[in-house]
């Protein structure tokens, strides 16, 4: 998993993020530079958050398993 500090999320990504203190996955649908619609793939509706608000949140890497 990669810290997205030094990166920007992607449509197409799958990352790990924190929801009121548990680990979440979700699936991300659509970015911008400054802007990310995920979906937690849980029938529940996409979430829409700035990237920069988006801390701690690690992006699956299937190169690193």
């Given at each position: 998993m990669?810290?997205?500090t030094a990166i920007r999320l992607r449509a197409?990504?799958?990352?790990?993020l924190?929801?009121?203190?548990?680990?979440?996955?979700?699936l991300v649908l659509l970015a911008n530079s400054e802007t990310v619609i995920f979906d937690f793939c849980d029938d529940s509706m996409p979430c829409v958050a700035r990237?920069?608000?988006l801390v701690n949140v690690?992006?699956?890497?299937g190169n690193h398993i």
């Open positions: 990669m810290n997205t197409g990504d799958v990352i790990e924190e929801i009121d203190g548990e680990g979440a996955t979700a990237q920069e608000d690690r992006v699956f890497d």
